[in-house]
Nanobody, 123 residues
Framework: QVQLVESGGGLVQSGGSLRLSCAASAFASSDYAMSWYRQGPGKERELVASITGAGGFTNYADSVKGRFTISRDNAKNTVWLQMNSLKPEDTAVYYC????????????????WGRGTQVTVSS
């Protein structure tokens, strides 16, 4: 069982920056990926960015490319999301996600979620 705890959300003006953190309880290996998702008011949850434990390969939603940066520290089991040039449309609850056992058959993979942290960008 992996527990995820997010922090760093808050209220910021348009054009400002925030840094979100997600601390995981433990990973048995680097065979995982951690991601940030968000869900805005009246919207579906969407993938914002992801990074693999092995290799640090990253992936971003088109809407945040060039503004957000995801990074991780495997020794600390922590992933960060640096958000710059924030826009009102970035307002959402941001959720940390961990997918564990990427090399295993799908039924053996595990998916974990944090409780979310609110990010509000005022215009």
């Amino acid at each position: 069982q992996v527990q995820l705890v997010e922090s760093g959300g808050g209220l910021v003006q348009s054009g400002g920056s925030l840094r979100l953190s997600c601390a995981a309880s433990a990973f048995a290996s680097s065979d995982y990926a951690m991601s940030w998702y968000r869900q805005g008011p009246g919207k579906e949850r969407e993938l914002v960015a992801s990074i693999t434990g092995a290799g640090g390969f990253t992936n971003y939603a088109d809407s945040v490319k060039g503004r957000f940066t995801i990074s991780r520290d495997n020794a600390k089991n922590t992933v960060w999301l640096q958000m710059n040039s924030l826009k009102p449309e970035d307002t959402a609850v941001y959720y940390c996600n961990a997918r564990v056992g990427l090399s295993l058959p799908i039924p053996l993979r595990r998916n974990y979620w944090g409780r979310g942290t609110q990010v509000t960008v005022s215009s």
